[in-house]
């Protein structure tokens, strides 16, 4: 289960990269308005970053993912269902987040702040998320689209910003990859995802778990 949690809060890597210039830095980061309507629908994961401990190697073992919005009764709350292929299985989560003033928003039992950066592809969502639980901080930066694939600009454009956000560089997956059906039932997603933040033990096993898969994958 800690496994597929992991993709909760994003997916991804390790290795910096050099900085962008600083002239474009400036608009390459600058947070994008978004309504709810524009966040409705399914997003199918393309690749990204994140310094969340575990979060390179499960992104070797990772072969799809997918998220789920949909509104609710409340005008401010959405509904999540995110869906991953681990290993070759397939498992699902669901939790409901505030969304806000072209934010994303969860407040308890972790703080999760998430904005929106500009991309040069009319059917993506670039995302910058920070997870704040404890004395730590965590970030992620996630490229979605509305397609299996994306053209090389796009994810050009998508390395340069998470240069400009001094994140690690970015690994995209395989687009040649089965999606996961959509009768997975969810489990409960939140409770999870805070008891694997909260397991200090686990972070460490989860860095060195980073280091052998940057040793011998890549």
């Given amino acids: 289960m800690k496994k597929c949690v992991a993709v909760v809060v994003v997916l991804s890597l390790l290795s910096v990269g050099l900085s962008a210039p600083l002239s474009s830095c400036d608009t390459l980061v600058k947070p994008i308005t978004l309504s709810n309507e524009d966040m409705l629908g399914r997003w199918l994961y393309v690749g990204g970053c994140s310094d969340l401990p575990g979060s390179r190697s499960l992104v070797h073992l990772m072969n799809s993912a997918w998220l789920d919005i949909t509104a609710t009764a409340q005008s401010n709350i959405l509904n999540l269902v995110q869906t991953q292929r681990i290993y070759g299985e397939c498992s699902s989560l669901t939790y409901n987040v505030i969304f806000e003033n072209s934010t994303m928003l969860i407040e308890q039992p972790f703080h999760l702040k998430e904005v929106y950066l500009p ?88 860095k060195l778990l980073d280091a052998f898969f940057d040793m011998f994958v890549n």
């Fill in 119 to 206: 991309t040069n592809c009319s059917d993506c969502l670039v995302a910058y998320e920070q997870v704040f639980t404890g004395k730590e901080t965590f970030t992620s930066f996630l490229l979605f689209s509305r397609r299996q694939s994306v053209l090389p600009g796009v994810v050009e454009m998508f390395r340069t910003q998470a240069e400009c956000l001094r994140m690690p560089s970015p690994i995209m997956i395989d687009s040649n990859y089965e999606i996961c059906p959509d009768n997975i039932a969810p489990s409960e997603g939140i409770s999870a995802l805070n008891s694997m933040l909260e397991a200090k033990m686990g972070h460490r096993v989860a």
